[in-house]
């Protein structure tokens, strides 16, 4: 790849991890490997500034707002923090501060990291008005109701003299002892458990029934105050003000004179910090006087005044015992390593504990596929590296060589045969992974399809879950999604089943009793009325993603449309190539999805569309050309491309000279800024836009 290819890739990477992280609350990779491409952007964007993308993830903070709850706008923005995992940049950081402070003593407030999410507290008049998310670090969800919930966060400040608005921030976590409730009370329902307590605090704060939030035993800590008048002279002095008037203020903060007694505190907390009762992932390093926070400023993702240092990822040696192989919902075949301590060699596995890692027992660990086992040249009985990062699921990450040969190893047999279905495996053109073939009637492929197709994007059945699931198709009652419609009340009143938890070793019973029998049915019910697109992604179909699927729906209006459609009836929609074509055909002209496709008719499913294509509401915008670059104070860009469309104009990619207008926005990259001047583009800004609309 070429610089410029990697930055895409980069752009277009970190951007999705970000949106699955806040707004859906999951993270794809460990946290470290996020903030590691995230440094090589950084790195590769100052070596080649023009080649930066207007919507890099490196300029601005990383979350969202959602179209859940009201949106407010901060009276401060709420900033990220600049991070390292190493005590060099630490010393770097600390040099720049000196740097900027000449002949100026200043010290340092050490706070642990607390992983949860940051929330903005406004206080009018002593009383707790308003809880907000950093959201994009301009506006933020305004989750009062859900914040009010917190039993430590006094909703009235028992003190004279306070200024009438004040703002005080925090991070509202969710209690190892919370999470562990929540999570066994969704195993046991048959839902898929938050991987983390970051995860679970991120979606329980935004939850839309705060009756349920306030069950799930949702904390904070207070780390920062602002106000218009100044109370506090220092970072010190808040801290001390806040726990004074009630606030929940963490105790391990300290202060520090030189950045050797910074590094003390980081070594001090690097095991420590797995006794408290909530997650943290590393620690906060914040100027303490104001003045000099104010002298040092900020850049537009975050505070040059403070940085985190964040713990690596846990590194041990184990004992690699045997090696099981796990089928997917893509058929992919993924050896797993399953682990003991050293010193537990002779002990038989059942009594194994494992190794203990960032704060939990590990046994298990992911080993990828077939080329990562030769990579790592991996033997059962070797000693090996495992590694943790968060609570993300361990891996291997090489081999103790000088171990070898003290020992007897064997070598591991990657399987031929499918574990699961005993169909003989291949291997894809270009692919590392085996995969078994066996579509129709390999037990986890079959499960997937079915996990497929109630996502939320497609059919959105969310009484449902992968344990749920299980236990249907276990039971025989589900084969494929058109069996979901065919179940009833007595089918399933009474299930019951014991479902293993990979990651903590322990099993669970689900059972289906009155309650979640009427859900589980009515989500069924609810799903027969999703859109026609929902529908079109929901099948599985290869290449067709929520994108094809509303292209496809749009275009063709009807299934019966969809299914009868040539080759060159395809291609002829805007951006279906000659791929996805082939696909949608190959997959409409076997007989059982034309018999899966009948049975889903006939249950009722939505099989046309009724959207317009778009609504219009004027012209003044007809024949013109425009891209859409940079932050909105009024819109998402997404409603601003509704816009335009729904006025007559046209939204391209990329600035060229038969553009028009390059409606521009905060933040926006300047090499399109740049190019768009060269080309005499008209430059937009958001309000010149809003008067064009008006007259
Ligand atoms: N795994 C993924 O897919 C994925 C995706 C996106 C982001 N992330 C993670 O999230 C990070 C970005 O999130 P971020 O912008 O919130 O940065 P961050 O979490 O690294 O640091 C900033 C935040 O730290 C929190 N914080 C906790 N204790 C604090 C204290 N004592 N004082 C001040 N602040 C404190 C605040 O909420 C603040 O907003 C990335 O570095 C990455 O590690 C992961
Ligand atoms: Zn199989």
Redesign the pocket.
Known sequence: MNPNERISWLTEKLNF??N???RDNI?????QE??FL?KELIGLESEFPELKKDDSPTQR??GTITKDFAAVYHRFP?L??D?TYNEQELRDFDERVRKALPNETYEYIC????????LSFTYENGVLQRGVT?GDGSRGDDITANVKTIRSLPLRILEEDLPEILEIRG?GFMPYSSFERLNAEVEATGDTPYANPRNAASGSFKLQDSAEAARRGLDCYV??FLSDIPVFNSHEESLVGLKKWGFPVSPGWKKCQTIEEVLDYIHTWEEKRFELPLATDGI?I?INSYEQQRELGSTAKSPRWAI?F?YKAENKPALLRFVTFQVGRTGAVTPVANLSGLHERHKPYEQVKGVHLSGSQVKRATLHNANELERLDLRIGDTVFVEKSGEIIPKITGVDTSQRGLFDTQPILFPTQCPECATELIRKEGEVAFYCPNERGCPPQLKGKIEHFIQRKALNIDSLGEGKIELLFDKGLIHTVADLYDLSYNDLLGLEKDIYNEQTGKSKKISFREKTVENILKGIEKSKSAPFKNVLFGLGIRYVGTTVGEKLAQYFRTMDALMAASYEELTAVPEIGGRIAQSVRDYFTEPENQQLISRLQQAGLTFQTDDLPIEKEGEALTGKTFVISGVFQNFERDELKTKIESNGGKVLSGVSGKLNYLLAGDNMGPSKLEKARKLGVVILSEEEFLNMLEN
């Not at 993270?27 to 946290?31: A, F, L, N, T, Y």
């Not at 706070?111 to 940051?118: A, N, R, T, V």
């Open positions: 991890y970000n699955r992280y806040y993270s794809e990779i460990p946290d996020f903030d995230m903070v990383g709420m990220s923090l991070n706070e642990l990291k607390f992983d949860g999410i940051s950093r991070e780390y920062s906060v914040k985190s964040k």
